[in-house]
């Protein structure tokens, strides 16, 4: 079966514009989450989506947010983009609690 | 607050012997423990879960154990081959909180 696809692989922007990344889900999976991996602080977790409804919020800056469509994909917008933002970009997809990772999206602010 | 620690950032093991990836938690509250192996510039992959009403959980060559009272898991890979090379990060979950909190990664290099 598919596993977690995301788009695009990678992404080079200059601060202050902004960024929308895609992921989509293994099929039947509803639920949706997005980690910032950095260097400096390991994986971060985001936010969760399940059925359209973001469920949890990590401790990130406004300028991050996320939605989820019916068809259980998702999208994150970083806006405002600051060159603390480049990081490598997961989202995982679950029925239960083991999570799927997407080989994410590296993203580098110029 | 770092509630998942991995306190090797690396180790490095023969091939063919035994690996030990330690970690340690603080939040007692954690249920569900996971490891995921992970190449650079790709997402982790799933390795090996334990619930915390276990204490024990294998699938070939990995074993995870877990000790509640330490507060304290670890993945034991045997016999260790040169593609288990990667860093390897423990991640905790509280049922119902949808997130993974992961620790910081040990680095394993498998020798020839």
């Known amino acids: 079966k598919a596993g977690v696809t995301q788009t695009p692989r990678y992404l080079i922007k200059t601060r202050g514009q902004q960024v929308t990344l895609s992921c989509s889900p293994i099929?039947?999976?509803?639920?949706v989450s997005w980690y910032q991996q950095t260097p400096g602080q390991g994986l971060q977790f985001l936010f969760e989506?399940?059925?359209?409804?973001?469920?949890n919020k990590g401790n990130f800056p406004g300028r991050f947010s996320g939605r989820q469509f019916s068809n259980s994909r998702s999208e994150m917008n970083v806006s405002t983009l600051e060159l603390g933002d480049s990081a490598l970009y997961l989202c995982?997809?679950?029925?239960?609690?083991?999570?799927?990772f997407g080989s994410g999206t590296r993203l580098t602010v110029v | 607050d770092q509630q998942v620690k991995q306190n090797s950032p690396s180790l490095s093991v023969q091939e063919g012997r035994i690996s030990i990836l330690n970690c340690d938690y603080t939040?007692?509250?954690?249920?569900?423990f996971l490891w995921y192996k992970k190449y650079p510039a790709e997402g982790p992959t799933f390795l090996i879960s334990?619930?915390?009403?276990?204490d024990k959980n294998e699938d070939g060559r990995f074993t995870v154990f877990l000790n509640k009272s330490a507060k304290h898991l670890s993945l034991h890979i045997v016999p260790s081959q040169p593609g288990d090379s990667a860093v390897y990060f423990c991640?905790?979950?509280?049922?119902?909180?949808?997130?993974?909190?992961f620790g910081q990664g040990t680095r394993l290099t498998i020798n020839p």
């Open positions: 995982a997809s679950s029925l239960g609690p083991d999570w799927t």
């Open positions: 099929s039947g999976h509803r639920s």
């Open positions: 989506y399940f059925s359209e409804t973001q469920r």
């Open positions: 939040n007692s509250m954690f249920d569900y």
């Open positions: 334990i619930s915390s009403i276990k």
């Open positions: 991640a905790a979950y509280i049922q119902g909180a949808q997130k993974l909190v």
